[in-house]
T-cell receptor, first 111, second 115 residues
Framework: GQQLNQSPQSMFIQEGEDVSMNCTSSSIFNTWLWYKQDPGEGPVLLIALYKAGELTSNGRLTAQFGITRKDSFLNISASIPSDVGIYFCAGQETSGSRLTFGEGTQLTVNP | SAVISQKPSRDICQRGTSLTIQCQVDSQVTMMFWYRQQPGQSLTLIATANQGSEATYESGFVIDKFPISRPNLTFSTLTVSNMSPEDSSIYLC????????????FGSGTRLTVV
């Protein structure tokens, strides 16, 4: 089955710093999704990517769908304390097929 | 995005008992998905539930342990049967959400502790 490798596992940064995390896959995906999960909550969709090479922003967040369709990255610029949480990538081979989730990146932002 | 109400939000249960988790969506959806998130882990798909047909289970999950109902296009239940401490997890329902550019929206989860 598909495997998604997400890195880093955890990050400890100072407020104001930029953050980058990425996911690589053993399979080609047609869709990449990035989620954030706060404690006690379900994951919340941040960005959805549907085309190879696509670069999409959502406020201070930017994500890209890799050209090979086997990878994606998420950048957070000028981090703030409320960025703390677990970030998950998820890939989908075809529309309507199962999502495969990465292992998550735990982000800690020190004020 | 779609609004998903999931109940209960948390429960502590005795081993050997069963718990039914409800998921209500504010719009009609074709497929609903049930996930398990073990402590400190990522999300693992348990099954896909279509209205009017039996749920499709992923490898490692069986209907006897996790029976699912899907009586209409806005509602589903997942039952965790004959629970053991290893079933302690967060259980989440999800739908494909055309209002969120076809990303998948999740409920807030049910945090289950089995003692």
């Amino acid at each position: 089955g598909q495997q998604l490798n997400q890195s880093p596992q955890s990050m400890f940064i100072q407020e104001g710093e930029d953050v980058s995390m990425n996911c690589t896959s053993s399979s080609i995906f047609n869709t990449w999704l990035w989620y954030k999960q706060d404690p006690g909550e379900g994951p919340v969709l941040l960005i959805a990517l549907y085309k190879a090479g696509e670069l999409t922003s959502n406020g201070r967040l930017t994500a890209q769908f890799g050209i090979t369709r086997k990878d994606s990255f998420l950048n957070i610029s000028a981090s703030i304390p409320s960025d703390v949480g677990i970030y998950f990538c998820a890939g989908q081979e075809t529309s309507g097929s199962r999502l495969t989730f990465g292992e998550g990146t735990q982000l800690t932002v020190n004020p | 995005s779609a609004v998903i109400s999931q109940k209960p939000s948390r429960d502590i249960c005795q081993r050997g008992t069963s718990l039914t988790i409800q998921c209500q969506v504010d719009s009609q959806v074709t497929m609903m998905f049930w996930y398990r998130q073990q402590p400190g882990q990522s999300l693992t798909l348990i099954a896909t539930a279509n209205q009017g047909s039996e749920a499709t289970y992923e490898s490692g999950f069986v209907i006897d342990k996790f029976p699912i109902s899907r009586p209409n296009l806005t509602f589903s239940t997942l039952t965790v049967s004959n629970m053991s401490p290893e079933d302690s997890s967060i259980y989440l329902c999800s739908v494909e959400d055309y209002r969120s550019n076809y990303g998948y929206t999740f409920g807030s989860g049910t945090r289950l502790t089995v003692v």
